[in-house]
């Protein structure tokens, strides 16, 4: 990977799995991450050992429910009052977990790994409008 130094990332699922590994390659290579988790203490707990692994890493949580649409447009809106966000990477996604519905009545599996990356897409784009950046999901 290149020197990123200068550009913002929002990592989604950046806790564990490959949500984790993105977050640690990119601070590795200079790269502002916000790392957007439902759990904010993992988040933190997340953010202090990139921190401690990479002096100087700029790495910060914001909490957002995926689940909850209106918490990502939230999340949108505070990140952008905030700073410009070059890269959108949606890794965020759940399996296996028994049927239920989220507040606004969408069955989990769907909110998590399709209406949540298609918000959040959406939600980012409009506020990047005219300035450069990009959004990724796996």
């Known amino acids: 990977m290149t020197d990123q130094q200068g550009r913002t990332f929002v990592v989604t699922g950046a806790t564990s799995g490959l949500g984790l590994v993105t977050a640690r390659e990119l601070a590795a290579h200079g790269a502002r991450v916000l790392l957007a988790v439902r759990d904010a203490p993992r988040g933190d707990e997340v953010a202090a050992s990139l921190r401690s692994a990479y002096p100087g890493a700029d790495v910060e ?17 505070d990140i ?42 959406r939600c980012w784009n409009r506020r990047c409008a005219g300035r450069r950046h990009r959004a990724w999901s796996p």
């Open 61 to 77: 949580v914001r909490q957002v429910d995926l689940l909850n649409l209106r918490s990502i447009r939230r999340a949108a809106e």
């Open 80 to 121: 952008d009052e905030e700073e410009a966000v070059d890269v959108l990477i949606n890794n965020a996604g759940i399996s296996m977990v028994e049927h239920s519905v989220t507040e606004q009545g969408a069955e989990r599996h769907l909110a998590a790994n399709h209406l949540a990356t298609s918000r959040s897409r």
